[in-house]
């Protein structure tokens, strides 16, 4: 034996499980290493949310007492224990099990400190601990990894090893689905069980389509009658049934978990469908022409029991639904509810804040739109595979068929599970027939890899054009809600791969034999040229294999690890990359912020810096500093001192163009981040305006941005004035339409009031306003000097003659913690003059207080429901704001005709954490209800201290006198 035969038998004496097993830790590798690194470098926008919904789906297994908000508006939007694990419609369940096992590794690292429930609680998530996004995404990148060896062994039993490993590298180093198994989030647990649900199927009814043996069933034919379809070599009665049932099974475990991921999985129940009747009537139709039947009749039989089969895949996925899911344990009614509800509500409605494709700006992008985001993001090799598998297929259909029907030998033909690369059937030597090199030694091209894989490219297509209509009929669109048919592409990308692989070999194998065919001839047999050149074209064949499959590894492995770890920057070469995409479709996801949150760190005080951020809830948790999320309220934009711009905000222009026109005006962004050579986001200084608002929106006339005090916060000096500056959207009010500013007390009155204008340095000419302007204003308010120092209410408004409004004013709604204004002491108590229409008093009331003059009507009818009376009072020592009066109304007599007990001197918020100092002026006011049968006459006033005020000791005060006249 020669030493190349040596070798070549000592290579087909290898253990093929232990060199599978040795595939299957390399293949779990390639996906793993460039998953796993760097893992909490940066949050893309949505898992803030994930998060948060694992934390109370954790919480409400580990206490059924645990009570959270909920999605259900018959629950009044709240939830106890199990029923918290129903925390969306997506449903996304999958997704909630892998955060819920992050927080579990996590508490177990920090050495399990209390119960794993009051743990999990603690934990922030919104924003984000960030030292918790690592572990969270954990769990998902775990799965994929492992799923990668699931499809490399399943799609081997399938379409033969070459496609498997091929395909399954491919899917290992795909930069989009590498980037979206890194993180938590359900697209890529949605796409793992999905694909595993179909491959599952393929299995258990291609392999027993292709069979073509004899019906084992509850209905045997009649010895010697004829031979109809039947639905498959398995049993369906006795202990068979679910033996021969395995691959079913597990086709409907995976569609279960498929369809606890997201709910356009629900896709698989008509595709499964599909595929029993696809190879239902393809195994019927081949027994019937291995009978030379002229026809193929459906048998009722094994039509029964196909439907059977169906209906045991449901039921699996439904009982897998049912006991992973623990809300469906205690309300499967409303759970199921949620799900329709909000998939419905998902698949109808465009995206809230548009989407950018190709150059346009809209709600729906169309159907172009996922065809055009794989092309965007798949790879140079996957694309040039997809494009030959689909040249290769006609031409191997038509081969097929000039055949009758039958494949030509090896074409496409490898039974699936073969090792390719196993010599040709030759004499017991290896001795090659002789050959001479005429024209009709040609070799045919014959791509022996691709094995069975043709079979099964109609289904494929199939469940890709399926899946495309039905996320192309909803009006929200994102490239990665079309991630389930990534997979697949990859599949039909390595089978027409290694059809430009055999076809190049085929050509250089020619080239070989042709050079032997000529010696041989020359030699006239005397060399064993044919058998040196048959060995040097089988070891020629093995390296060229191997340095294939590693130039495919190299070429995707630089593309991946080329944008680590911000994969999302990954966007195909052959369509200008990462800068030819940002002008036809939309990127970024919160890669990037991630670094303007650490150049505000290093930049900054972050302790005193206040910034606003597009995507806050994945700049958050890097920035060490307070953060406020926008999006179109423009005021939250201007209330940071510093503002982030990113790109997929600024290729939508959102919220309007004038928004960003707004801060270019006023200089260039202080930092600009770059990936890939593309700006992602940029960091303008803002105003850093100290109170801002949203969603205070009148339509087509004015929306309410911000606003301060020019001096800040402080309190508010009585007598004398304090200016603000307004910020307001023109939307198409008047500017003769005056905003004001107010402060009310808890009852609603008025105590003082101030007027803005536009600032004609700041704004545009009033003439010159665009739908969307940012307009400023400057005012100022007065605080009477007799206004009692204490908290009061900020109103803000404008006056307008739009018919629409009767009052003849608009007010926004503030927020009640940010309309909050502190009125302080008297400064100078000395200056205070009364009112002229005050009648002068200047008695004490105790030793607490002065009354320094009254303000009241000489006479009333005795029929008048109220006596409007106003005190005005110096303070004497301290005392608190809740401070309340007995008042008496006396007659002649000095006999008491009625009395109100305990009033307040001045109707601020929250009286009881105000003190009045010595020197403070008070105004009371007071209304004081007149009984309806008080007979007319002279009366005067009695004021009283409470008890609790005077040590026991009544004191009180005499003033004034009111005539009630009898009613004309």
Same mark, same amino acid.
């Given at each position: 034996m020669s030493e190349v035969e040596y070798k070549l038998t000592k290579e087909s004496r290898l253990t093929p499980h232990a060199s599978r097993l040795l595939v299957s830790l390399t293949l779990f590798l390639l996906a793993l290493i460039p998953r796993l690194p760097d893992l909490g470098r940066f949050l893309t926008a949505d898992e803030f949310l994930w998060i948060d919904r694992s934390r109370n789906f954790l919480a409400g297994l580990t206490n059924p007492a645990y009570l959270c908000d909920s999605v259900v508006e018959s629950w009044q939007f709240m939830a106890q224990g199990l029923a918290c694990t129903l925390r969306t419609g997506h449903p996304g369940v999958t997704t909630m099990w892998t955060g819920s096992f992050g927080f579990l590794v996590r508490w177990l690292w920090d050495g399990r400190p209390g119960s794993l429930h009051d743990y999990v609680l603690a934990v922030a998530t919104n924003p984000v601990d960030a030292s918790f996004i690592a572990p969270e995404r954990l769990g998902t990148v775990l799965i994929t990894s492992l799923w990668v060896v699931a499809i490399y062994w399943l799609a081997r039993r399938l379409f033969g090893e070459a496609i498997a490993l091929l395909g399954a590298t491919l899917i290992a180093l795909d930069p989009f689905h590498i980037a979206l198994s890194r993180v938590i989030h359900h697209d890529a647990l949605s796409t793992t069980f999905m694909t595993l649900s179909v491959l599952c199927a393929f299995i258990y009814w291609g392999e027993d389509a292709s069979s073509q043996k004899p019906v084992v069933s509850s209905q045997k034919s009649v010895a010697g009658g004829p031979d109809f379809g039947d639905?498959?070599?398995?049993?369906?009665?006795?202990?068979?049934?679910?033996?021969?049932?395995?691959?079913?099974?597990?086709?409907? $475990?995976? #569609?279960?978990?498929a369809f606890l991921s997201k709910s356009p999985s629900l896709f698989l129940m008509p595709f499964i469908a599909l595929t029993g009747l696809w190879f239902f009537w393809e195994g019927g139709r081949m027994k019937a022409q291995g009978g030379k039947k002229t026809s193929f009749i459906l048998h009722p039989s094994s039509f029964i029991l196909l439907i059977a089969d169906g209906l045991l895949? $449901?039921? !699996?996925? !439904?009982? %897998?639904?049912?006991?992973?899911?623990? #809300?469906?344990w205690v309300a499967p009614l409303e759970t199921v509810q949620t799900v329709i509800f909000i998939g419905s509500k998902y698949a109808t409605g465009g995206h809230a804040k548009g989407n950018f494709f190709l150059g346009e700006i809209s709600q729906d992008p169309g159907a172009l739109f996922y065809p055009v985001t794989w092309l965007y993001r798949t790879s140079p090799l996957v694309l040039v595979g997809v494009v030959s598998a689909l040249?290769?297929?006609p031409l191997h259909w038509r081969k097929s068929q000039a055949g009758n029907g039958e494949l030509a030998n090896g074409e496409w033909s490898a039974q699936p599970g073969e090792v390719e690369d196993k010599p040709s059937i030759r004499s017991a030597n290896l001795q090659p027939a002789p050959q001479t090199f005429q024209p009709s030694n040609l070799p045919t091209f014959q791509p022996s890899t691709l094995s069975s894989f043709p079979r099964y490219l109609p289904l494929i297509l199939l469940f890709i054009f399926g899946f495309y209509l039905l996320m192309t009929i909803g009006e929200k669109k994102q490239d990665r809600y079309f991630l389930p048919v990534y997979p697949w592409l990859n599949l039909i990308a390595a089978a027409g791969l290694f059809w430009i692989y055999d076809f190049g070999f085929t050509i250089y194998d020619f080239a070989l034999r042709a050079f032997g065919g000529f010696a041989n001839h020359a030699s006239a047999r005397s060399l064993p040229m044919g058998r040196t050149t048959h060995y040097a074209s089988r070891i020629t064949h093995h390296a060229s294999r191997i340095t294939f499959y590693l130039f495919i590894i190299l070429f995707q492995a630089a593309l991946v690890f080329a944008n680590f770890p911000?994969? $999302?920057?990954?966007? *195909?070469?052959?369509?200008?990359?990462?800068?030819?995409? #940002?002008?036809?479709?939309?990127?970024?996801?919160?890669?990037?912020?991630?670094?303007?949150?650490?150049?505000? *760190?290093?930049?900054?005080?972050?302790?005193? @810096?206040?910034? #606003?951020?597009?995507?806050e809830s994945t700049f958050a948790p890097f920035y060490h500093g307070d953060s406020i999320s926008y999006s179109q309220e423009k005021g939250?934009?201007?209330?940071?001192?510093?503002? %982030? $711009?990113?790109?997929? +905000?600024t290729q939508r222009r959102f919220p309007d163009e004038i928004m960003f026109d707004y801060f270019e005006s006023r200089g260039q962004p202080?930092? %600009?981040?770059?990936? +890939?050579?593309?700006?992602?986001?940029?960091?303008?200084?803002?105003?850093?305006v100290d109170h801002y608002i949203e969603d205070q929106t009148y339509s087509g006339i004015a929306s309410l941005l911000a606003w301060q005090w020019t001096k800040g916060d402080a309190p508010l000096s009585p007598g004398r004035p304090a200016e603000f500056e307004l910020y307001w959207e023109y939307l198409g009010k008047r500017p003769d339409e005056v905003f004001f500013f107010r402060l009310v007390d808890s009852q609603k009155r008025l105590w003082a009031e101030g007027q803005s204008q536009p600032l004609a340095a700041q704004n545009p000419p009033p003439e010159k306003w665009r739908q969307g302007e940012i307009i400023v204003e400057h005012g100022a308010l007065t605080p009477p000097g007799d206004m009692p120092p204490g908290q009061y209410q900020l109103q803000i408004g404008f006056y307008t003659a739009a018919p629409a409004v009767t009052s003849g004013e608009l007010l926004f709604t503030l927020p009640m913690t940010e309309s909050l204004v502190t009125v302080g002491h008297?400064? @100078?108590?000395?200056?205070? +003059?009364?009112?002229? *229409?005050?009648?002068?008093?200047? +008695?004490?009331?105790?030793?607490?207080?002065?009354?320094?003059? @009254? @303000?009241?009507?000489?006479?009333?009818p005795a029929a008048s429901p109220v006596i409007p009376l106003e005190l005005y009072w110096r303070v004497e020592q301290p005392i608190p704001a809740n401070f309340s009066l007995h008042v008496g109304l006396m007659n002649p007599s000095d006999q008491a005709q009625q009395a109100w007990f305990d009033l307040s001197l001045a109707e601020t918020l929250h009286p009881a954490d105000t003190l009045w100092q010595p020197g403070d002026i008070i105004r009371t006011s007071w209304r004081l209800d007149l009984l309806p049968d008080t007979p007319p006459g002279p009366y005067y006033f009695d004021l009283i201290l409470p008890d609790s005020l005077d040590s026991g000791q009544i004191k009180k005060l005499s003033f004034g006198n009111l005539t009630l006249k009898i009613t004309d």
């Open positions: 639905a498959g070599r398995r049993s369906a009665v006795g202990g068979r049934f679910f033996r021969d049932r395995l691959w079913l099974l597990l086709s409907g $475990f995976c #569609a279960g978990l895949w $449901f039921a !699996v996925a !439904v009982v %897998v639904v049912f006991a992973c899911w623990p #809300a469906m040249i290769a297929w911000y994969y $999302f920057t990954y966007f *195909n070469p052959f369509l200008g990359g990462l800068r030819g995409a #940002a002008q036809a479709v939309t990127i970024g996801w919160g890669e990037g912020l991630d670094l303007a949150a650490a150049y505000l *760190n290093e930049h900054t005080d972050p302790s005193r @810096t206040r910034v #606003a951020s597009w995507y939250k934009a201007l209330a940071g001192d510093y503002v %982030v $711009f990113y790109i997929n +905000q202080e930092k %600009v981040i770059t990936l +890939q050579g593309l700006d992602y986001a940029w960091i303008y200084p803002s105003l850093g008297t400064e @100078t108590p000395t200056m205070y +003059q009364l009112p002229a *229409n005050a009648t002068p008093v200047g +008695q004490p009331l105790g030793e607490a207080l002065t009354l320094l003059g @009254t @303000t009241f009507p000489p006479s009333l």
